[in-house]
């Protein structure tokens, strides 16, 4: 599979990124690199294979959203069909890497959570999670780092935090971006210079300092 590897050859941990729908866009290759300058050696799989949604499908026309439609029915990134790949991802990166931790933005989270193998991660992080619901709370024992936009559901996030904070207490790590949009940490980062693009990086900032605590 087509696979965007960043980071130091003989590093013991590694990060396995899922991406959006928007697959290998810039500011998601650029978060990639600000991963590895951790330490960790960062692994993007191409799982949608090519196959990737369009800006215009979200322009609020029509056609777009036609083509947004015929896109999404037959989507490759339906979460639950990728507990497979990322399965045999997992698997494969714990036969170099001593510890494996993972970010799953927007539909990563749920493809992430939905994976038969999800506890074989060291840890799991989300930026502005799709798709989350009380019960991918039941399924995950491992620390969680999770970066809610203002798009989000408050309620549901909150909820899904004080159940894995039942589980292991003081472990997981909640940090709601309030004045930033869904997907601001990755295809529609902007990083332009302004407060989103300080946004952005911070993100990042949380990410290092989650992994480096867990991994």
């Known amino acids: 599979m087509k ?5 130091p050859e003989n590093a013991s941990s590694a990060i396995l990124i899922v991406y959006d729908v928007f697959g290998f866009s810039p500011q998601i290759l650029q978060g ?3 991963l590895a300058s951790g330490g960790y ?3 993007m799989p191409d799982l949608l294979h090519g196959d990737y949604a369009t800006p215009d499908m979200f322009d609020g026309s029509a056609e777009g959203a036609a083509k947004a439609a015929k896109y999404f029915q037959g989507f490759p990134a339906v979460p639950q069909t990728q507990s497979t790949q990322i399965g045999a991802s997992l698997a494969e990166l714990k036969v170099t890497h001593d510890k494996v931790g993972t970010v799953g933005y927007c539909w990563g989270w749920k493809a992430t959570t939905t994976s038969v193998d999800v506890n074989d991660f060291t840890a799991i992080a989300s930026c502005h999670p799709s798709f ?8 995950v ?7 809610p936009s203002k798009d989000e559901d408050k309620a549901v996030v909150d909820g899904v935090f004080a159940k894995l904070e039942q589980k292991n207490p003081g472990q997981n790590f909640l940090k709601w971006y309030p004045d930033e ?3 601001w940490a990755a295809a529609r980062g902007d990083l332009s210079g302004n407060e989103h693009t300080k946004a952005y990086q911070e993100a990042y900032a949380d990410l290092l300092t989650f992994f480096k605590a867990k991994l």
Do not use: F, M, Q
Not at 3 to 7: E, M, P
């Open 3 to 7: 696979t965007y590897i960043v980071g």
């Open 32 to 34: 990639a690199d600000i």
């Open 41 to 43: 050696r960062v692994y």
């Open 132 to 139: 989350i619901d009380l019960e991918d709370a039941e399924k």
């Open 141 to 147: 024992n491992v620390p969680v780092c999770l970066l």
């Open 181 to 183: 949009p869904h997907g």
